[in-house]
């Protein structure tokens, strides 16, 4: 019986190697928003849409999104790629191997927010600035 619990235990191992890796998508479906709606999109310099518009973005890099109303006002919202915690600490747990996996695919990873919300102000107004963006946790 020794044999088949050490068996079964390297199994369950190599099974959760890289548990980020395997278990964590690798693309997020993220939202932006403007008010007034209807602002143009660009995450990483590529057209999305207009607002409101969801699109599907890498998990395991950052993201600079522009948004800019037709008045040439401009917003940014940077996404960060951040590790996320749990998945370092279960790696930890099961060992050497998920560690390397999760670090070198950076399956571990996840944005720090899932969209944002740009406020534009009326361009007549004396402070026509836009409001800066509010990030959507």
Avoid: K
């Amino acid at each position: 019986m020794p044999s088949l619990s050490r068996s079964a235990l390297i199994t369950l191992t190599a099974a959760l190697a890289g548990c980020g890796t395997i278990l964590t998508p690798s693309q997020a479906l993220v939202t932006f928003t403007s008010d007034p709606p209807g602002a143009e999109v660009m995450v990483d310099g590529l057209p999305v849409g207009q607002t409101p518009v969801q699109t599907w973005v890498d998990n395991r890099r950052d993201h600079l999104v522009t948004v800019h109303d037709e008045t040439g006002q401009q917003v940014t919202c940077l996404m960060r790629s951040t590790l996320g915690a749990g998945w370092l600490v279960l790696d930890i747990l099961l060992g050497l191997v998920p560690v390397i996996v999760d670090a070198a695919t950076s399956g571990w990873n996840e944005l720090d927010q899932l969209g944002c919300h740009a406020i534009f102000r009326d361009a007549t107004a004396p402070d026509a600035a836009p409001v800066p963006v509010a990030a959507t946790p």
